[in-house]
T-cell receptor, first 116, second 111 residues
């Protein structure tokens, strides 16, 4: 498995509180992604990063923000958590973009977030 | 935006039976990737298809990419209990630089 860790692995929080999830990689890969996984929806992209301080929105970015100040760390923040953000969150990394083709993505172990 | 539909959502088979999952995109893809997620685990990359009409095999698994690069399939011959899990396709639109995942097909097997 690629060197990807996520913290925390499990979190229970209350509606309206801020939450930050951390993804850490030791592979020095350029691209990092945050997905959420919900039954019946597969994996949906929240935000991704293509370099330090370079980020872009995915298909379900509302209510989420990200930051990447170092190559190895990609943070996902829920400014004010809502029950609809209860989900399993996966971080993924990929090495580079070959010409016109996204490289293999390696996934972290996931964070199970429950918002009460 | 780009959509990737995957069917069936669930499939239950007897051990030894074959299994197929299908993936269809609303737009032409530059490539498609397949991932497997074991229960309680994280998605793990299986294969990437790039060329129109491409067929790749990994032991009992056969992957196909359609001629129009809008659909793909994964076929497993003679399933084993180790094949249990959810299989996802993920397509990348032309110049999109990001993957869109299908909803996944959850495979369960009766030994």
């Amino acid at each position: 498995d690629a060197g990807i860790t996520q913290s925390p692995r499990h979190k229970v929080t209350e509606t309206g509180t801020p939450v930050t999830l951390r993804c850490h990689q030791t592979e020095n890969h350029r691209y990092m992604y945050w997905y959420r996984q919900d039954p019946g929806h597969g994996l949906r992209l929240i935000h991704y990063s293509y370099g330090v301080k370079d980020t872009d929105k995915g298909e379900v970015s509302d209510g989420y923000s990200v930051s990447r100040s170092k190559t190895e760390d990609f943070l996902l923040t829920l400014e004010s958590a809502t029950s609809s953000q209860t989900s399993v969150y996966f971080c993924a990394i990929s090495e580079a973009m070959r010409t016109g083709v996204t490289d293999t993505q390696y996934f972290g172990p996931g964070t199970r977030l429950t918002v009460l | 935006g780009q959509q990737v539909m995957q069917i069936p959502q669930y499939q239950h088979v007897q051990e030894g039976e074959d299994f197929t999952t299908y993936c269809n995109s609303s737009t032409t893809l530059s490539n498609i990737q397949w991932y497997k997620q074991r229960p309680g685990g994280h998605p793990v990359f299986l294969i990437q298809l790039v060329k129109s009409g491409e067929v790749k095999k990994q032991k009992r698994l056969t992957f196909q990419f359609g001629e129009a690069k809008k659909n793909s399939s994964l076929h497993i011959t003679a399933t084993q209990t180790t094949d249990v899990g959810t299989y996802f396709c993920a397509g990348e639109g032309q110049g999109a630089q990001k993957l869109v995942f299908g909803q996944g097909t959850r495979l369960t097997i009766n030994p």
